[in-house]
Nanobody, 120 residues
Framework: QVQLMESGGGLVQPGGSLRLSCAAS????????MGWYRQAPGKERELVAT???????NYANSVKGRFTISRDNAKNTVYLQMNSLKPEDTAVYYC??????????????WGQGTQVTVSS
């Protein structure tokens, strides 16, 4: 199967920056889709940004121009650079991947989540 290890969350002041990382490991043949989602208290989980194998990206309107998603295929790692952070960005951020295993199976997996708090 696939294991995801997230890192990079924390407490930051409004206007500050954080960089999240998510490394995938396991019997991975290829990673087809990687993304970041977030869930604030009392709210539904929502898409933040995604990046496909070819590099095409998609962002939520609320983060466009402030967040950048990227991936390192050699390391099976996806990053989320978050700049100009706002209090409304406070949430638990989850990494998500869709992979093809060495067995040929397609599977999806979620990370354990990392807390991002934007507060003065």
């Amino acid at each position: 199967q696939v294991q995801l290890m997230e890192s990079g969350g924390g407490l930051v002041q409004p206007g500050g920056s954080l960089r999240l990382s998510c490394a995938a490991s396991g019997s991975i043949y290829s990673i087809n889709h990687m993304g970041w989602y977030r869930q604030a208290p009392g709210k539904e989980r929502e898409l933040v940004a995604t990046i496909r194998n070819g590099g095409s990206t998609n962002y939520a309107n609320s983060v466009k121009g402030r967040f950048t998603i990227s991936r390192d295929n050699a390391k099976n790692t996806v990053y989320l650079q978050m700049n100009s952070l706002k209090p409304e960005d406070t949430a638990v951020y989850y990494c998500s991947v869709q992979v093809t295993l060495n067995s040929g199976r397609f599977v999806g997996s979620w990370g354990q989540g990392t807390q991002v708090t934007v507060s003065s």
